[in-house]
T-cell receptor, first 111, second 116 residues
């Protein structure tokens, strides 16, 4: 059974720092992995999607990596800003198309 | 941990038929549930917010009469796609907000709808 774990559950860092969020999964037979951002009271925003054949994806200050063999993905945020404060979720999509969600990391960027 | 289930996980239907998708919170009460849809390679789009015992609040551009939402109990919300068309084919995800912790939202595994 696929399980997705996100560490840490919460993170607070000063503005300007680079940071890494971690996501691990137990079954490497994934279709893809997505990182989402959730703002309080709002919906989800897809940040990056990595296909199972890819190693990383980049968008602006965000970089997501995928290592299927070790069951890990990281989301790297460069030069963090207060506007980056949100909950970040990773989700693994199985070949059966269902999503398995991590519990999320609540990120606070202090001005 | 908290679990949200969806049923069915995958459904194929003919154009013109209606399809009901269930979303259940398995070990917590959810006063509020949310319905999203996601097209390939796109973000999840919030369709509506469902509150137990009251009418759902739909996002702009979402047809209320086409996507019927019922939240009759604290653990169950249903989304019915009426008179489905091929363009309704998508991935539908629900989430449930734990009534005991308004900041915590749990997501379901999704339902893949294919309309022929």
């Amino acid at each position: 059974k696929q399980e997705v774990t996100q560490i840490p559950a919460a993170l607070s860092v000063p503005e300007g720092e680079n940071l890494v969020l971690n996501c691990s999964f137990t079954d490497s037979a994934i279709y893809n992995l997505q990182w989402f951002r959730q703002d309080p009271g709002k919906g989800l925003t897809s940040l990056l999607l990595i296909q199972s054949s890819q190693r990383e994806q980049t968008s602006g200050r965000l970089n997501a990596s995928l290592d299927k063999s070790s069951g890990r993905s990281t989301l790297y945020i460069a030069a963090s800003q207060p506007g980056d404060s949100a909950t970040y979720l990773c989700a693994v999509r199985h070949s059966n198309y269902q999503l398995i969600w991590g519990a999320g990391t609540k990120l606070i960027i202090k001005p | 941990g908290a679990v949200v289930s969806q049923h069915p996980s995958w459904v194929i239907c003919k154009s013109g038929t209606s399809v009901k998708i269930e979303c259940r919170s398995l070990d917590f009460q959810a006063t509020t549930m949310f319905w999203y849809r996601q097209f390939p390679k796109q973000s999840l789009m919030l369709m509506a917010t469902s509150n137990e015992g009251s009418k759902a609040t739909y996002e702009q551009g979402v047809e209320k009469d086409k996507f019927l939402i019922n939240h009759a109990s604290l653990t169950l919300s249903t989304l019915t796609v009426t008179s489905a068309h091929p363009e309704d084919s998508s991935f539908y995800i629900c989430s449930a907000r734990d009534s005991a912790s308004t900041d915590t939202q749990y997501f379901g595994p999704g339902t893949r709808l294919t309309v022929l």
